[in-house]
């Protein structure tokens, strides 16, 4: 189970990596990893999932600045999901689908959108896998396409663009029931987070939606 974990620490930092570069159409190969704020490059003891950033206090080992926790919860919650992944039986799609959340998760959360050439690319190979394995729900995806249509037109001032599009592509893999569901829990967490946020009198900045979206997806799976 620790080598699961590990593995997924590293997985979590290479898809915050991805998250932060590609939606700004940079390379994720060049140049090395560096801090953000004086971009020095990293040292390879700076690298290393977790340990690093607490070690360094939060902060950058050449500057001082502070350092986002998104990264090391990126890298906890990654490692989490592949120690999920080794103890129960889970299909590799649903594996695969909840990857493809977390990653755009993080994108909502850097950069409150998401690549779209991935997110088609991921659209496709999940209709046609559903399609092909006659799991697809054509009446979810029917009814939702209905109410993707009028959001688009009449409710972005409720629900983005992108959150609509993204669970558009997820509803050929869930029953209307579940559809809705995913829904409610994801609303109750946004609000609950809102709600906290307030209490500590935190500044109020635009609330990164699918994050809630994908844990109410995994809850989905995992019980249904």
Same mark, same amino acid.
């Given at each position: ?7 997924? /620490? ?5 898809? /915050? ?5 590609? %939606?700004? =159409?940079?390379?994720?190969?060049? %140049?090395?990893? @560096?801090?953000?704020?004086?971009? $020095? ?7 290393? %999932? ?5 070690? $360094?206090?939060?902060? /950058? @080992? ?17 490692? !989490? ?13 649903? #594996?695969?689908?909840? !990857? &493809? ?6 994108? =909502? &959360?850097? @950069?409150? !959108?998401? =690549? ?6 991921? +659209?496709?190979? #999940? +209709? ?27 409710? $972005? ?5 992108? =959150? ?5 592509? +997820? ?6 029931? $579940? ?6 829990? !994801? ?13 500590? @009198? ?5 609330? %990164? ?5 994908? &844990?109410?997806? +995994? ?6």
């Amino acid at each position: 189970m620790f080598l699961y974990f590990i593995i997924g /620490c590293c997985f979590g930092s290479f898809l /915050c990596l991805v998250a932060q570069r590609v %939606p700004q =159409d940079l390379s994720i190969i060049s %140049p090395r990893s @560096h801090c953000v704020n004086c971009q $020095q490059t990293l040292r390879w003891y700076e690298l290393i %999932p977790l340990l690093s950033i607490v070690i $360094q206090r939060f902060r /950058c @080992h050449s500057c001082q600045a502070r350092l986002s926790p998104i990264y090391p919860l990126a890298e906890l919650t990654s490692g !989490a999901l592949f120690m999920y992944a080794g103890t129960y039986s889970t299909e590799t799609v649903h #594996l695969i689908w909840l !990857a &493809i959340a977390f990653l755009f998760s993080l994108m =909502d &959360i850097f @950069h409150l !959108a998401i =690549d779209t050439r991935i997110f088609y690319f991921s +659209w496709t190979f #999940l +209709w046609v896998y559903w399609l092909l394995t006659a799991q697809f729900q054509v009446g979810t995806s029917f009814v939702f396409s209905l109410i993707t249509f009028g959001l688009l037109r009449y409710g $972005q001032a409720y629900l983005g663009a992108g =959150d609509t599009l993204l669970l558009l592509s +997820w509803s050929g893999g869930l029953t209307s029931s $579940q559809l809705i569901m995913l829904l409610f829990i !994801a609303s109750c967490l946004g609000i609950s987070y809102f709600g906290l946020t307030a209490l500590l @009198h935190k500044k109020r900045k635009q609330l %990164p939606f699918i994050p809630f979206l994908s &844990i109410a997806l +995994w809850l989905i799976l995992h019980f249904r």
